[in-house]
């Protein structure tokens, strides 16, 4: 009798842990799916394309820098016709594309965020798309009275975020994949 109660005990014992087992691997494959997804359909695309238009714009200010060094929209002179005719190629060519695939991303993806409420910073690039459409808007019918968009654009802040939630998902897939860190 006692023998037939601690086979019967063994048993559930045996299958409890094996059920809990898979319930911890089965948890462990929906989180790593989830951060698979967030790279592969949020952060991944964020990081590239924010660093693509910075790396852009750099070069943009680089070939059309002032004799001093300066910018034609940081210059006590305003931009001359030429240069501002050269910033709305680059902005309707370069970075408008680029800023409105940033913005589609947040508004068709919102939910991979890592954050539990939309971050302030992914707001204000929406509004700068926003912005910009409308200036976009005004060239196409031949008014050229404005350059930017009326929210700037949150360049470092949104470089920043991309990174460092590319950076951490990077990890946290890595630990979910058993890897360890690397110095």
């Given at each position: 009798?006692i023998a037939?109660?601690?086979?019967?005990?063994?048993?559930?014992?045996?299958?409890?842990a094996?059920?809990?087992?898979?319930?911890?691997?089965?948890?462990r494959?929906?989180r790593?799916?989830r951060v698979?997804?967030?790279?592969?359909?949020?952060?991944g695309?964020?990081?590239?394309i924010?660093?693509?238009?910075?790396?852009?714009?750099?070069?943009?200010?680089?070939?059309?820098v002032?004799p001093d060094?300066?910018?034609?929209?940081?210059?006590?002179d305003p931009?001359?016709?030429?240069?501002?005719?050269?910033?709305?190629?680059?902005?309707?060519?370069v970075f408008?594309p680029?800023?409105?695939t940033?913005?589609?991303?947040?508004v068709?993806?919102a939910?991979?965020l890592?954050?539990s409420?939309m971050p302030?910073?992914?707001?204000r690039l929406c509004?700068?798309?926003?912005?910009?459409?409308?200036t976009?808007?005004?060239?196409?019918?031949?008014r050229f009275?404005?350059?930017?968009?009326v929210v700037?654009?949150?360049?470092?802040?949104?470089a920043?975020?991309?990174?460092?939630?590319?950076?951490a998902l990077k990890?946290?897939q890595?630990r979910?994949?058993?890897r360890r860190?690397?110095?």
């Open positions: 009798m037939l109660a601690v086979t019967i005990a063994l048993a559930f014992v045996g299958y409890a094996a059920y809990l087992n898979g319930l911890r691997l089965a948890q494959s929906e790593l799916s698979n997804r967030q790279l592969s359909d949020f952060y695309p964020l990081f590239a924010t660093e693509a238009n910075s790396r852009a714009f750099d070069a943009f200010a680089q070939r059309n002032r060094g300066r910018s034609p929209f940081d210059h006590e931009p001359t016709e030429e240069e501002l005719a050269e910033w709305r190629l680059w902005v309707t060519t408008l680029n800023i409105r940033m913005r589609d991303l947040v068709t993806h939910d991979l890592r954050e409420e302030p910073i992914l707001l509004a700068h798309v926003s912005g910009y459409e409308i976009a808007a005004r060239w196409e019918q031949g009275d404005q350059h930017q968009s700037s654009f949150p360049s470092q802040e949104l920043d975020y991309a990174r460092e939630g590319f950076t990890e946290a890595g979910l994949l058993g860190p690397t110095v």
